[in-house]
């Protein structure tokens, strides 16, 4: 089967919307709207406030056996494809001569897509709103992993503190899968409060990306050998070898389009983000984000084609 002309521009479009944010970031730096303090400030209201707040958020949806059998099947997958990309990027870090600012931000490329604004929206129009609650598990995932192992990967001590797990976004995920769990709702100006914050993450993000982009020159934006191997695994190697990994494994259709479309996403917004604040090439992450972005345009209609 194939995806429509209709589905397809729609994926493309949501993604154009991030470039245009993207634009909008690296012209308010270039019209001294924006410097390198309120970028950093940003990125930590971006960290501890708005990015809990949408986690949250993302969990307040009802349980039912089947989303829980299916959630068992899905957490087992995308350990499996965690650890896949985890092996992908130390071969990665083995092939291509590295600092060690650009190694860690190589392999928290490797590691992790842009899972959430593009990952709900784009499955949803790919599989329907039936997918959104896997979405929402593997973005569950994804926090209690960035907030762990990608510091660990962007500040390079590698001797694994409990510390870094006492931040807003792993106390955010406990909280929303406890919520989850015991079937517990947020009142509604509360909840309204907090899903107006957590909106705020994805033009928020793309703005610093943008920011960021602006403080080097506009030809460094095309990038390196790494850059484009680094998106060449993120967009291509990835979703294919997961795909022909969890297919004979998994016989929920759904289950395993979610996860082969996750792994299919762009360099996530926050390894510019995460380098900018814990000391890793935030040039090089920045490439790696828009190189991704625009490459994604191509790459995810066709492989939801496939999947369709």
């Keep these: 089967m194939t995806l429509s002309a ?61 989303l829980l059998s299916g959630a068992v099947v899905f957490c087992l997958a995308i350990g499996v494809f965690y650890l896949l990309a985890a092996t992908v990027a130390y071969i990665g870090t083995l092939l291509l001569r590295m600092e060690d600012r650009e190694r860690g931000v190589f392999s928290f490329a490797i590691l992790f897509g842009n899972v959430g604004f593009m990952g709900f929206p784009i499955t949803e129009t790919l599989f329907g709103t039936a997918s959104l609650f896997y979405v929402a598990l593997g973005n569950l995932v994804f926090n209690l992993l960035v907030f762990s192992a990608g510091i660990v990967m962007m500040t390079g001590r590698y001797e694994f503190n409990p510390r870094l797990l006492i931040n807003p976004g792993i106390a955010a995920s406990y909280i929303g899968l406890t919520l989850f769990l015991l079937g517990l709702r947020i009142p509604s100006p509360l909840f309204d ?16 990306v943008g920011s960021l982009l602006a403080t080097f020159p506009a030809k460094e934006m095309i990038g390196d050998l790494k850059t484009y191997l680094a998106t060449g695994l993120r967009l291509i190697v990835l979703p294919a070898a997961t795909y022909l990994l969890l ?23 926050t390894t510019a983000i995460f380098a900018e604040i814990y000391g890793g090439d935030e040039r090089f992450a920045s490439r790696l984000v828009f190189i991704s972005m625009i490459s994604s345009i191509i790459s995810i209609p066709l492989i939801g084609a496939f999947l369709i």
Excluded: C, W
Excluded at 8 to 34: E, H, P, Q, W
Excluded at 198 to 208: E, H, Q, V
């Design 193 to 208: 409060a907090m899903e107006l914050t957590g909106n705020l993450t994805t033009p928020l993000a793309m703005i610093i």
């Design 6 to 66: 209709a589905g397809i521009l729609m994926v493309a479009d949501r993604i154009t919307i991030l470039l245009i944010l993207i634009a909008v970031g690296y012209l308010a730096f270039r019209l001294s709207i924006l410097d390198r303090q309120a970028t950093h400030k940003l990125s930590l209201l971006l960290l501890h406030v708005t990015i809990p707040a949408l986690i949250i958020v993302s969990m307040q949806i009802p349980a039912s056996p089947e």
């Design 247 to 269: 297919a004979p494994l998994i016989d929920d259709p759904l289950v395993l389009g979610v996860i082969v479309i996750l792994a299919a996403m762009p360099v996530a917004s």
